[in-house]
């Protein structure tokens, strides 16, 4: 099991962002949808009246590569797709 680093970008339609500038350790691919859920639902859990429509979680590997994207309404719904 190779254990790697993961960054988690938030990016909503109208140009904001919030990076992940620290990143998270992920211990294999299967646990990157998961997290990335989590990630989105601590933020809408961290701010209940905004409107996260059209957010997505972004997710970078160590060489800045995207292997995930994720949209806020798939994660909070808990959908698989």
């Known amino acids: 099991m190779t254990v790697q680093r993961y960054h988690f970008h938030c990016v909503g339609g109208g ?9 998270r350790w992920v211990p294999r691919l299967q646990a990157l949808r998961p ?7 601590a ?4 701010a209940p009246g905004t409107d996260w429509t059209g957010w997505l979680v972004d997710v970078h ?5 995207r292997v ?7 994660a909070g719904s808990g959908q698989g797709g």
């Open 43 to 46: 933020l809408m859990d961290g």
């Open 35 to 41: 997290q990335a859920d989590r990630v989105a639902q």
């Open 61 to 65: 590997d160590a060489k800045g590569r």
């Open 15 to 23: 140009g904001d962002a919030i990076f992940d500038l620290t990143g």
């Open 68 to 74: 995930l994207v994720r949209s806020f309404e798939d």
